[in-house]
């Protein structure tokens, strides 16, 4: 299996744009979760769906923020516009009922 | 609401000494379940243990070893004869009935030669 797979790795942009992070779940994994990490506040979780459903999408920071899954083996995270201050890594996980949850190797994204 | 604390923020220790990191679970819930994750320096996040709230037996592999203890709501994690390799930042975790998995601040551990 290839693991969670997530693109860009790295994404440098400009204050203001629009910014999309790609994130492919392990193949019969029905839960997805987008964590943000950074120093000062650590790992966080944003989103989580279960079966392509958004569940709890308390963690997103602000409108600028969203994140959709139109089938089982794809979603999104946009920031638009997006603000030095969403400089971070960005990680997608994913998992199959209560059991633990695999990381992809995150996107590093640094908004200038 | 769940709360994991890693009071530890970085723990320095020598090659082959063996070092404990801790971690303390708040829940209400009388199910959940607790993780540990391994940070290398190259960044990806490594699953190492999970154990649910049913089961206190403690767990060795290899070098590593779990104490589970519910009545302190403690899961503390120790390396034995540590190696440079174990350098990274460990995280703990909890996870009650949906799948809301909640990180600790996580424990910076060097290990120097």
């Known amino acids: 299996d290839a693991g969670v797979i997530q693109s860009p790795r790295h994404e440098v942009t400009e204050m203001g744009q629009e910014v999309t992070l790609r994130c492919k779940p392990i193949?019969?994994?029905?839960?997805l979760f987008w964590y943000r990490q950074t120093m000062m506040r650590g790992l966080e979780l944003l989103i989580y769906f279960n079966n392509n459903v958004p569940i709890d999408d308390s963690g997103m920071p602000e409108d600028r923020f969203s994140a959709k899954m139109p089938n089982a083996s794809f979603s999104t995270l946009k920031i638009q516009p997006s603000e030095p201050r969403d400089s971070a890594v960005y990680f997608c996980?994913?998992?199959?009922?209560?059991?633990?949850?695999?990381f992809g190797p995150g996107t590093r994204l640094t908004v200038l | 609401a769940q709360k994991v604390t890693q009071a530890q923020t970085e723990i320095s220790v020598v090659e082959k000494e063996d070092v404990t990191l801790d971690c303390v679970y708040e829940?209400?819930?009388?199910?959940?379940?607790l993780f540990w994750y391994k940070q290398p320096p190259s960044g990806e996040l490594v699953f190492l243990i999970r154990r649910n709230s049913f089961d206190e037996q403690n767990e060795i592999s290899g070098r590593y070893s779990w104490n589970f203890q519910k009545s302190t709501s403690s899961f503390n994690f120790t390396i034995t004869a540590s190696q440079v390799v174990d350098s990274a930042v460990y995280f703990c975790a909890l996870s009650e009935g949906a799948n809301d998995m909640r990180f600790g601040a996580g424990t910076r551990l060097t290990v120097k030669p």
């Open positions: 996980a994913s998992c199959t009922g209560m059991v633990e949850q695999f």
């Open positions: 829940t209400r819930d009388t199910t959940y379940y």
């Open positions: 193949s019969g994994h029905n839960s």
